[in-house]
């Protein structure tokens, strides 16, 4: 904080040699992060190139190509009392913001976020997952050798001293994980009135409508469920469709698996494994709900869940009533589209809602008729990676928006700015008291927003 | 919850899609503006009982304000909600990419006393064009207008979308046992932290307009009558109970000696010899709040007013020096009619002394020199800022309103 105070994050030279500084560090540690992430997911080396390194390559490209224009005085629009002033929106920093990430995609859920921080001129305490040993402890040893020490630190913290780091006093909290803890941060926060940004989770609903190209779909579900082996927070979660759709549908799955990581997936070494035992454990468990059509094998040792497919489910089984965050994919039948709609209503809203139709009026309506974080039409995931649409959730899917220039805002204060005229003051005179019916009369018709004509209808 | 029937109410008309046609909220906003036309007088003499507010203030900082939130968001709400198409990259070249304006769902707005119609309204405004269903709890401490407000708007508003809920402190927090989709609150930073904690139960997002100690400091070049004008309409608007009002003062002792008897003139000019009797002076809204304004007067010294009247909860507009940073006046934001003054040796001191404070709702700056100005600017944090007049920037629509910190 007394960092912060100083004023040394402000200057952009400053901002500019931090971010390029995270650059390095990710360029000149590759095969490390590599390894680590290897170690700790079996993660496959494209996926943690592409999910990991790749996005915060991006990220960082967009942040200093675009900072000298984020950073600058908003100047907006002035009615005719302000004709003459200077008003604008100042971005701010907000000060000392924690960031706390998930072990699913360990390194750009950590530095994604610092990136935004840091471009927006805060200084910085990141937390690492503690599941991810292997990724936590390169990054405690690497990273602060690139940074500044006075303005980036990072902690490492089991729950318990996490709960601990918690009750300080920070400026802003960007966390990402599940709902539950999220509460717990959220109600950490409130004693001392710090804005958070959640990135939290949900079952995202995955709707295939009658008329489609099968196999496609099949290839795009597959790949946003399977990659990373399902642990992943945009991942479609559950299949609905029709009962015909269902029995074109598994048949397409099992070639696009197979496709993808040949008959026994178990040796392919694009597909990783689950990060942990007790994770292990409880996606095991989802097992048990409905009728294995594809997959089920599991390897306790290394962690190996096949890529799974379950068919005739209840929505009170298992699978059903948490977010699997594990190589499985559900399939609920519906008997069409207004079912599907009513389905997803009926549950918490999720991060990502999916629909695929090669019909627009059928993406449309449920676009229209349901409230989800982020939505995708016609596949998985691909709206994650454009920096240019916000992603967030929403309900208990989190809240806050960020990728792109929308992390840099979220770290901002914007701080809005009127800069008057010393003199002038016969104008003011007309605001002051001993009021008069006149007085008001001149003040109103100065300030006065008309109504224009009739609204433009949609 | 007693109020659980209602939130399901609302909840339940949200997902019929009612809320979502243009149409819909257009008319919905345009029975607002007939409330505000009808109901007018009304308004007016439920904040004189209230608060004794002068039909000027009221007629601006009220009625006014809302109409112009109004006609600006019913002039934009076409291009608002549109979607909002963005760059794509070529692997999306093809693809339809685009931000879509959804309402959260069922919002509740809590309005405070001091500005009871527009920071109810307002919120409520923006959230009724942007598709929501609304929960509105008036402040029960401004009691007239809460009894028109309960009594009148539901008359004008879709009461399966919107509905306006009496409730003191104890069913207050009851209400917030409700899971709502968007919580607005306006208030003190200690309801605000219960608000907060609440909505975390629910992963529920928060809007908190709190307040604090908005600092005021006036340089050695300016113009010291243009200033001691300004400061005191916004510090005695209101009476002082305005979040954004000016809290106190940090100069040079040499701008003091030159702004005591400026200060002494503005408040003449205003308010007369006697500003008990002007009809442009409010009152403090209870007897309560009275008591704890009156209780500050024991700081410093006074040099201008500190005249009182309990039954009338009257404070006259009052100056204080020889001010402390640990008096009882620098503890809590004073919400009342007293501007204390504190010197510094330079603009560095202030700045200094100034974030060694929470961060406030508003920092003011008074001076000539842009330097000046701007060197305060860029070495503090507060939620808006705004040189050489008080308030005005929070009537500039296009300016983010809003707090930082506390």
Not at chain 2, 26 to 34: F, I, K, P, S, T
Request: glycine residues 6%; aromatic residues 8%; negative net charge.
């Amino acid at each position: 904080r007394a960092a912060w105070v100083s004023g040394k994050t402000r200057p952009m030279e400053y901002r500019v040699a931090q971010l390029e500084a995270l650059g390095r560090f990710l360029d000149e540690k590759k095969e490390d992060i590599l390894e680590a992430i290897a170690l700790d997911m079996g993660k496959p080396p494209f996926e943690a190139e592409l999910s990991e390194i790749f996005l915060c390559k991006n990220e960082l490209h967009e942040a200093l190509n675009n900072l000298s224009h984020w950073v600058k005085d908003q100047h907006v629009d002035r009615n005719l009392v302000m004709q003459l002033d200077s008003t604008f929106i100042r971005k701010d920093p907000y000060g000392v913001v924690l960031i706390i990430a998930p072990w699913n995609c360990p390194i750009s859920l950590l530095l994604g976020p610092l990136i935004g921080a840091v471009a927006a001129g805060n200084c910085v305490i990141l937390k690492p997952s503690e599941v991810t040993k292997n990724t936590e402890r390169l990054m405690a040893e690497a990273l602060p050798s690139y940074l500044d020490k006075d303005c980036v630190a990072l902690v490492t913290a089991g729950v318990q001293e996490t709960t601990r780091l918690l009750e300080n006093k920070f400026d802003y909290i960007f966390y990402t994980g599940n709902p539950s803890v999220g509460r717990i941060v959220m109600a950490a926060a409130a004693k001392h009135l710090t804005p958070v940004m959640l990135e939290l989770g949900g079952k995202n609903p995955c709707y295939v409508c009658d008329t489609c190209d099968v196999q496609n779909v099949a290839r795009r579900v597959a790949w946003g469920r399977f990659f990373n082996a399902g642990q992943t927070c945009a991942g479609p979660d559950y299949v609905l469709c029709s009962a015909e759709m269902q029995e074109k549908l598994v048949p397409a799955l099992r070639k696009a698996i197979t496709d993808f990581y040949g008959f026994n997936p178990r040796v392919s070494p694009d597909f990783a494994r689950i990060v942990g035992d007790t994770h292990f454990q409880r996606v095991q468990a989802l097992l048990r709900s409905g009728r294995v059509v594809i997959g089920g094998q599991t390897d306790e040792k290394e962690r190996y869940i096949a890529p799974t497919v379950l068919v005739d489910l209840q929505p009170s089984d298992p699978v059903m009533q948490e977010e699997i965050f594990g190589p499985i994919l559900s399939i609920i039948t519906v008997a069409n589209m207004d079912e599907a709609i009513d389905f997803i209503n009926s549950r918490e809203r999720p991060l990502v809602v999916y629909a695929f139709s090669s019909d627009d009026k059928v993406v449309n309506q449920v676009l229209e008729r349901t409230s989800s974080g982020g939505f995708c039409g016609n596949d998985t995931l691909m709206h994650v990676m454009l920096t240019s649409l916000p992603f967030g959730g929403i309900g208990n899917s989190g809240l806050g928006m960020y990728h792109g220039k929308f992390t840099f805002d979220t770290f901002t204060h914007h701080r809005g700015c009127l800069h008057r005229n010393m003199g002038r003051e016969a104008l003011n005179t007309l605001r002051y008291p001993p009021y008069s019916q006149q007085k008001l009369g001149i003040v109103r018709a100065a300030s006065e927003v008309k109504r224009k004509g009739a609204c433009t209808l949609l | 919850s007693p109020h659980a029937d209602l939130v399901s109410h609302l909840r339940a008309a949200w997902l019929s899609g009612k809320t979502r046609p243009m149409e819909y909220r257009v008319a919905q906003l345009e029975a607002l503006g007939r409330f505000l036309d009808e109901n007018k007088q009304d308004i007016l003499k439920a904040t004189a009982l209230d608060m004794r507010k002068p039909p000027f203030e009221v007629e601006l900082s009220e009625i006014f304000i809302c109409r112009s939130e109004l006609n600006h968001t019913l002039n934009h709400l076409g291009t608002w909600m549109k979607d909002e198409h963005v760059e794509k990259n070529w692997v999306t070249q093809l693809d339809s990419a685009f931000i879509r304006k959804d309402p959260y769902g069922v919002v509740l707005i809590i309005g405070p006393w001091n500005y009871p119609i527009n920071l109810l309204l307002v919120p409520l405004i923006g959230a009724i064009a942007a598709g929501n269903c609304v929960v509105m709890k008036p402040s029960e401490i401004s009691r007239n207008v809460e009894r028109l407000v309960a009594e009148m708007l539901p008359r004008y508003l879709d009461k399966d979308c919107f509905a306006v809920v009496t409730a003191g402190v104890e069913e207050t927090t009851r209400l917030l046992e409700n899971k709502f989709d968007y919580i607005f609150f306006t208030g003190s930073p200690s309801v605000g932290k219960i608000v907060m904690a609440a909505a975390a139960k629910h992963l529920t997002p928060v809007t908190l307009e709190l307040g604090g100690k908005n600092p005021c400091y006036v340089s050695d070049t300016c113009d010291v009558q243009n200033v001691a004008r300004r400061v005191a309409w916004g510090r005695f608007f209101n009476a002082g109970q305005t979040c954004v009002a000016p809290d106190y003062v940090l100069c040079s002792a040499e701008m003091q000696e030159k702004l005591l008897p400026a200060l002494r003139e503005a408040i003449a000019e205003f308010y007369g010899s006697n500003p008990q009797e002007s009809p442009d002076f409010a009152r403090i809204v209870g007897d309560k709040q009275f008591q704890r304004v009156q209780a500050l007067l024991r700081s410093g010294r006074v040099v201008i007013g500190g005249q009182m009247d309990a039954q009338a909860r009257y404070i006259a507009p009052t100056v204080l020096v020889d001010v402390q940073q640990d008096d009882p006046i620098m503890q809590e934001e004073i919400f009342g009619p007293i501007l204390p003054i504190l010197t510094v040796a330079s603009v560095d001191d202030a700045i200094a002394f100034i974030n060694a404070q929470e961060r406030p709702l508003a920092l003011y700056v008074f001076s000539s020199c842009k330097k000046v100005v701007n060197r305060v600017l860029e070495r503090t944090s507060s939620g808006g800022f705004c040189a050489n007049d008080t308030i005005m920037h929070m009537t500039l629509t296009s300016l983010p309103f809003g707090g930082i910190g506390t």
